[in-house]
């Protein structure tokens, strides 16, 4: 069974500037809610008991949004508000599920990965990336599902267009399983065009093997000096581990650029 999952959340969030300045871009409201929350319950629906938070110190107003709970008591022993008192219940359950480890040097995804560690305790563990919501259907619950008819890890996967290949994390496809799900024989950080091997693009959400970890240990810079899961992933197929990508169903909507965040309340607000 899959029951923790990490979120990394120490990203500086220049693409959404100037809204980002002083709020993480986590906290910006989505139609009503703040981007993590949609995340969250995607993991609490997919059967997740814990989460693990990769903040920084510069990002501390994300620990802070889901340990107000005095103020909320205050607010609601004087003003007896029915949806008040649902928020708050919310965010108690939140906060139950939360530990947060701190990355405060911007040294890549896999370097954040590794700050989880310790607390990561069964062989598999679920990872989203914040920037990416997946509406409509949950994402996270089909991968599990994939997880556990092939014991193998599994990576959320969409056909992008080849110009814009260099944004993402493309692989190869090495067989068919079938009709939504591949297994992977290799997989590049953010390839030119001319060096990508298709135009599969790796999705934010993944499930990772515990193995994960030894490989980040010793895992050179990559891309952009960066510390990079996709190159750690690379190295475990190398050595035979078994990635599966699965081609959601999902609706994505990419919230970390300005026009895409823009688009996703549009989105979500006619779902
Ligand atoms: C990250 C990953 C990339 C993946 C993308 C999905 O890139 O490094 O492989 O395709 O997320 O959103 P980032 O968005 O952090 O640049």
Redesign the pocket.
């Known amino acids: 069974m899959i029951k923790q999952a990490i979120i990394p959340l120490a990203?500086l969030g220049t693409r959404l500037l100037p809204l980002t300045s002083v709020f993480p871009k986590e906290l910006l409201p989505i139609n009503g809610k703040p981007g993590i929350e949609y995340i969250l319950d995607e993991c609490i629906d997919a059967g997740i008991k814990e989460v693990i938070f990769i903040i920084s110190n510069k990002k501390k107003m994300i620990k802070t949004y889901f340990y107000n709970d005095n103020f909320y008591k205050k607010i609601i022993k004087k003003k007896k508000d029915k949806r008040i008192k649902n928020e708050y219940k919310k965010i108690l359950r939140y906060k139950k599920m939360i530990k947060f480890v701190y990355q405060n040097k911007p040294l890549g995804?896999g370097d954040a990965v590794l700050k989880t560690k310790k607390f990561i305790k069964d062989n598999f563990f679920l990872m989203l990336?914040p920037?990416?919501l997946i509406i409509k259907k949950n994402c996270s619950k089909s991968m599990i599902k994939i997880h556990k008819k092939y014991n193998a890890s599994v990576m959320a996967s969409m056909n992008v267009r080849k110009n814009n290949v260099s944004?993402?994390?493309?692989y190869k496809l090495k067989n068919k399983i079938n009709k939504n799900n591949y297994l992977i024989s290799d997989?590049i950080?953010?390839p030119s065009v001319k060096k990508a091997p298709s135009n599969k693009?790796?999705?934010?959400r993944y499930i990772l093997p515990r193995e994960i970890f030894s490989k980040l240990l010793t895992q050179k810079p990559g891309k952009g000096g960066e510390i990079?899961?996709?190159d750690a992933i690379q190295t475990l197929i190398q050595n035979n581990k078994k990635f599966i990508a699965h081609n959601f169903s999902g609706k994505y909507l990419?919230c970390?650029s300005m026009s895409g965040y823009i688009k996703s309340t549009l989105k979500i607000a006619r779902s």
């Open positions: 990203g995804t990336l920037d990416d944004r993402w994390g493309i997989v950080e953010k693009a790796v999705i934010g990079h899961i996709t990419d970390g």
